[in-house]
């Protein structure tokens, strides 16, 4: 061993000896070492007990000393947890031991953001009422609003737009709430979204319209609703497909009957040169086939 490591040595050796022997007095300092309560264990329960909504052992732990301030490897406290169990007593017990009621986990998630994306909606309107905010985004750029109009939950995504949520906010990919909304088929949260002033015109990733999505999913509710309130039907994206060119792709024989029917021309090409007609001869659904014919 060289001679300057030989001479800090019995030094070196105390030190070690102090950080084995002292994990508690970490978590409090000046606390006496065979009184000190093992507070990484109780925080460590503490997030077990708020995952599974019990709320007694919430209780219990918070009174013998465990930290709603806590975190762990992914940033969550037991507030997050508590969120996704679905547990609204437990929710309010920690937020009146002094949860903070907006925390974001490090992928940004927010409380509320975690309790609507599991579909917790008792949870996220009680949320709500503590007034928590509903813009913060997560690393991906989506919103409380965004995976409500994902998810279909309209009262949820109507108190959001209520409370100031951004309507049309895009998320890491470039969609929107209108873009989920409308693939997904939640037609209810379309019209909420095109009432807080969101254009049905507007073009998102790869300038896709809410128009293109509709007819994609072959959601022919909302893309009547879409082109009652505008939407252009031959807008084309950046390969130079239609709405009507999707529908026809996708074998949706009534969009396409739709689509004909609201003006759409089958003879439009994109850059390639491709129709609906030879989108629709490649699906091998006759019946689209059909559509595209019909006056």
Do not use: C
Not at 7 to 23: K, Y
């Amino acid at each position: 061993m060289p001679r300057i490591f030989q001479m800090f040595r019995p030094r070196l050796a105390l030190v070690a000896l102090a950080l084995v022997l002292s994990p508690a007095l970490s978590a409090t300092p000046g606390a006496a070492e065979e009184d000190s309560p093992d507070y990484r264990r109780m925080n460590f329960d503490l997030f077990e007990a708020s995952k599974e909504g019990r709320t007694g052992a919430v209780k219990a732990l918070l009174e013998q000393g465990a930290s709603v301030k806590a975190r762990n490897r992914f940033g969550n406290t037991a507030l997050t947890y508590a969120a996704r169990s679905g547990n609204v007593e437990t929710v309010n017990v920690l937020l009146e031991a002094g949860s903070d009621l907006n925390h974001q986990n490090l992928n940004g998630s927010s409380v509320l953001f975690d309790a609507t994306k599991r579909n917790k909606e008792q949870v996220a309107l009680f949320l709500l009422e503590q007034g928590a905010d509903v813009n913060p985004v997560n690393l991906d750029q989506m919103s409380a609003l965004t995976v409500a109009s994902y998810n279909g939950l309209t009262k949820l995504a109507k108190l959001f737009l209520e409370k100031g949520a951004a309507a049309d906010i895009r998320d890491k990919t470039g969609k929107s709430p209108l873009i989920y909304a409308t693939g997904n088929g939640h037609g209810e949260i379309v019209i909420l979204l095109l009432d807080a002033g969101v254009d049905s015109n507007t073009a998102y990733a790869n300038d896709l319209t809410s128009l293109m999505w509709a007819a994609a999913y072959g959601h022919e509710d909302i893309a009547m609703l879409l082109m009652e309130r505008g939407a252009v039907v031959d807008t084309q994206d950046n390969r130079g497909r239609t709405a009507l060119m999707m529908a026809a792709e996708n074998s949706h024989a009534g969009m396409v009957a739709l689509l004909v029917a609201k003006g759409a021309d089958p003879a439009k090409a994109d850059k390639k040169g491709v129709t609906a007609g030879k989108l629709a001869l490649d699906s091998g659904d006759a019946a689209t086939v059909q559509a595209l014919k019909s006056p």
